[in-house]
Each structure stands twice: as C-alpha cells, then as structure tokens.
C-alpha cells in the first residue's frame, strides 16, 4: 500500500481515538456538534504526529478560534489539563516513522477502548 494512504489511514484512526477518548465532546465546553481532533505540537512533527498523547478533542469553535488563533492561551489550558513534559522531549525526536507500524498500533488501541467501554 502507497505511504500516502497508510498515512491517510493513520490520520483518520488517530483523529478517531481522539475523539474516542474525550466521549465525542469538546474537551473545553463539552459541545458534541462539529467535534474536531487537534495536535498539540503541529502535525508537521511527524515523530508525533499519531502520538495519542499529542492530541485533545475541541469543537469547531474552540479549535478554529481558540487553539489556532490564540496558541499561548491554548498552551496554557492545555498545561492545566495534561503532564506537557512528555511532549516537550518527545517533539525533539527524530526518527523514521514506520507507518505500517502506526496503523496496527492505532488499530489495537481502538479495539481496546471499545472492548473497555463494553465491559
């Protein structure tokens, strides 16, 4: 399979554990219209890029003119929320992500919340 679609791939199963994760709510407002995943350090850092760590769930208005139009303010709720020091060592990495890889570890993380939300 082309790199560009596993990658494409990924994107979506990551957004979707994102999502998962915060219950399909804005993890601000708690809104479940228009619920949006979003990186904490942009994804162009693509040693995180899928890192489930590296992401918070945000309406469509929180993430469009909070996270994007006010990024210190955003960092800083994003403090009060979450242990940052894992991301801020980890963004320094630099390896070769193996996509194949992602998507199987995205997939296994997925099918363990279902089963835990089951149970």
Known sequence: MA???ILK???NLWSGMIKQRA???CEMCG???YVQAHHIV???NYALRHDLMNGVALCRRHHLYFAHKDALEFIQWVK???DLDYLNV???RQTKNDYNLIKL???GSQSDTLRKQEG
Do not use: V
């Open 3 to 5: 790199k560009k679609t």
């Open 90 to 92: 980890a963004r320094h």
């Open 80 to 82: 009060s929320k979450r």
């Open 23 to 25: 219950e399909g709510k």
């Open 105 to 107: 570890y995205l997939e």
């Open 9 to 11: 791939q990924c994107d």
């Open 42 to 44: 942009p994804r162009t």
């Open 31 to 33: 809104e479940t219209k």
